[in-house]
């Protein structure tokens, strides 16, 4: 493989060197230290080497940020980094991964999904109160598009504003000044800092349901690397990458992004695979939410030996039934013509015009 080295032991011994790209942030350093972890205990032979990324884009972010997001430019720079072979892997958090990777590149693990729901954080002064208690034209803090859209139509005395930032930036705004009474965040994101503490309330699907893959690690690697991919595999988890598979679907052909509020519950219950998808306006006002199911039970399928990589939106899992992942990602499609057919589209085209227009 073009992009790995070697280093001796001391003892004579050669061992692989695999370089794992990662944000500088902390939470990214926590979600790529947990991997190298699990890859660690797994490969004790292989020596990992943690490679910090920081974005050339910096100076352009404050003016940028809010047309292409933090996040895609550093997700920009790691790719690039992987397609230069400067590193072998790449941990992301799914969520921000777009549903078409550029040519050459997959996602050779989705890991075990954390809770994928958002939580509410309080203002120290606010503390003992939920959304619902909060007093009228209390202001609350996203940079979520889904998130402002749902819970405007859910509790209509409440005003949202955008905050920016990574997840200590965030905290700070909240608890050093007064213009935020509450903020919402990924409740993934807050469990791995250890943060738990601040959490006031999770918000259920009745409330707001989560963005598509919200709450699952994914590894993006060379498609090419064969040993990489058959080494990162391992770290899949079935069901999680079953349903990441139907919700990526979903959104793929919604193409649907951060700039539009599209959202999704998903759930396995007796071989089944449940998913539910909603699109919105921008105010939450006009929306359509539809559910449906689709077997993925595999069990008596005679699987034919096919030698070509497959990728399904993005993922490559051979090591899991391949009827199973096609059947999850027909459901994904599926459910996104449904609302297309009762006018999914010009919710999503309104709603993208007015966001570019802010």
């Not at 998130?147 to 949202?160: G, I, N, V």
């Amino acid at each position: 493989m073009s992009g790995e080295t070697s280093s001796q032991d001391g003892k004579g011994k050669v061992s692989r060197v695999i370089r794992i790209g990662t944000r500088k942030s902390q939470l990214a350093r926590i979600q790529t230290d947990s991997v190298a972890e699990k890859l660690k205990e797994l490969y004790p032979d292989v020596y990992l080497e943690i490679v910090g990324m920081t974005t050339t884009g910096d100076k352009i972010l404050d003016t940028a940020l809010s047309k292409i997001g933090e996040k895609s430019l550093f997700t920009k720079e790691l790719e690039t980094a992987l397609e230069r072979n400067e590193v072998d892997l790449v941990v992301h958090s799914l969520k921000d991964l777009p549903t078409t990777l550029p040519p050459g590149f997959t996602i050779g693990a989705v890991l075990k999904r954390e809770n994928p729901h958002d939580a509410v954080v309080l203002h120290p002064k606010n503390m003992g109160k939920s959304l619902d208690t909060l007093p009228d034209k209390s202001v609350i803090g996203t940079s979520s598009l889904r998130r402002a859209a749902q819970l405007k139509k859910r509790f209509p005395h409440l005003e949202f504003k955008d905050i920016r930032g990574n997840l200590n930036t965030r905290l700070k705004k909240l608890d050093e000044k007064d213009d935020f009474s509450a903020i919402i965040l990924a409740a993934a994101g807050l469990r791995r800092m250890g943060w738990d503490s601040r959490v006031s309330q999770i918000l259920g699907p009745e409330d707001c349901m989560y963005a598509v893959g919200q709450g699952a690690l994914a590894i993006e690697v060379r498609a090419r690397d064969e040993d990489i991919l058959e080494m990162v595999s391992v770290l899949h988890d079935p069901n999680t990458v079953l349903r990441c598979i139907a919700e990526r679907a979903f959104l793929r052909r919604l193409e649907g992004g951060c700039s539009v509020p599209v959202a999704v519950h998903t759930e396995v219950k007796d071989s089944q695979l449940y998913l539910t998808g909603a699109v919105y306006s921008l105010d939450g006002s006009d929306s359509l939410k539809e559910t449906m199911q689709t077997s993925i039970d595999s069990d008596n399928k005679v699987e034919e030996q096919v030698d070509e990589r497959v990728q399904r939106v993005g993922v490559t899992a051979n090591n899991m039934p391949g009827p199973a992942q096609d059947a999850s990602e027909k459901l994904g499609l599926d459910l996104a013509n449904l609302l297309l057919s009762k006018g999914a589209k010009e919710i999503l085209t309104v709603a993208r015009q007015l966001n570019d227009a802010r």
